[in-house]
Nanobody
Framework: QVQLVESGGGLVQAWGSLRLSCALS????????MGWFRQAPGKEREFVAA????????NYADSVKGRFTVSRDNARNTMYLQMNSLKPEDTAVYYC????????????????????WGQGTQVTVSS
């Protein structure tokens, strides 16, 4: 059974940084496209960033472009989200997600495409 485990959330002041990690319990990690989504209180879950199975292609929500960087280490079965210049509006529960794919380039921004989800990690940015 595929499992995703996030870590790295916490409380940070505005303009600070955090790095989230997401470990996938599959030896065929490089066959999975991976993504980050977030859900703030009272709001729907939204796309944040995604990375292709090969790691060569990425997508970002406009709200995080230039501040967040998604990456992956296929040798460690782990995806990362480096978050810089954090704002109070980035406060949310962050979820990592994955789907198996034969494409090394394409990566979806739609949560409907993702089959596997982590339990979420809280990120709180104080002003």
């Amino acid at each position: 059974q595929v499992q995703l485990v996030e870590s790295g959330g916490g409380l940070v002041q505005a303009w600070g940084s955090l790095r989230l990690s997401c470990a996938l319990s599959e030896r065929t990690f490089s066959s999975y496209a991976m993504g980050w989504f977030r859900q703030a209180p009272g709001k729907e879950r939204e796309f944040v960033a995604a990375i292709s199975a090969s790691g060569g292609y990425t997508n970002y929500a406009d709200s995080v472009k230039g501040r967040f960087t998604v990456s992956r280490d296929n040798a460690r079965n782990t995806m990362y989200l480096q978050m810089n210049s954090l704002k109070p509006e980035d406060t949310a529960v962050y979820y990592c997600a994955a789907y198996r794919t034969t494409s090394s380039r394409l990566v979806s921004m739609s949560e409907d495409r993702y089959d596997y989800w982590g339990q979420g990690t809280q990120v709180t940015v104080s002003s």
